[in-house]
C-alpha cells in the first residue's frame, strides 16, 4: 500500500480543537465570550493599533524621513585662500599636515577647492582638488599629486 496525501495526520496530542465560544451560558466563554463588558473592545469596532486612547506607537515615533547613505564619503574641504595665509612658497601639503595645524579635522578625506586667490607655489598631495583649484595652483607655479 502506498501513502497518499490523505493518509496523512499530525502527531498525536499536537493538535488541539480550537474554544468556541459565544455559544451560551453552559459551557466555558459564554455570556461576554471573553471581551469583558461594553466599550468598542466588546463591539468588535477596535482599529489596529488602538492602545485605549494612549498615543499609539506609529505616532509616537519621530517623522524623520528620507535615507541616510552608510557609504557616502564626507570631505574635509579647505580653500586656497586658506593655503595662502598658512604655508610658504615650495611647502607640501599633505592630510597630515593640514591636520596638525589644525586646518582640517582628523575625519575624512580632504578635499582643496578654489575659493580664494594663490600666488604661492604649493605641491598638494590630498585625497581630491577642484579643478579650478588646480588650476589656481598650477597658475602659481604649484603641482596637485
Do not use: C, W, Y
Request: net charge positive; charged share 30%; hydrophobic share 35%.
Amino acid at each position: 500500500m502506498t501513502i497518499k496525501l490523505h493518509h496523512l495526520k499530525p502527531a498525536e496530542g499536537a493538535t488541539k480543537r480550537r474554544k468556541r465560544v459565544g455559544r451560551g451560558d453552559a459551557g466555558k466563554g459564554g455570556k461576554t465570550a471573553g471581551r469583558g463588558t461594553k466599550g468598542s473592545g466588546a463591539r468588535g469596532t477596535v482599529p489596529a493599533g488602538f492602545e485605549g486612547g494612549q498615543m499609539p506607537l506609529i505616532r509616537r515615533q519621530p517623522k524623520r524621513r528620507g535615507f541616510n547613505n552608510p557609504n557616502k564619503v564626507v570631505f574635509a574641504v579647505i580653500n586656497v585662500a586658506r593655503l595662502e595665509a598658512a604655508f610658504e612658497a615650495g611647502d607640501v601639503v599633505t592630510r597630515d599636515v593640514l591636520v596638525q595645524r589644525g586646518l582640517v579635522k582628523k575625519k575624512g578625506p580632504v578635499k582643496v577647492l578654489g575659493q580664494g586667490d594663490l600666488s604661492k607655489a604649493l605641491t598638494i598631495d590630498v585625497e581630491a582638488v577642484s579643478s579650478i583649484a588646480r588650476e589656481k595652483i598650477e597658475a602659481a607655479g604649484g603641482s596637485v599629486r
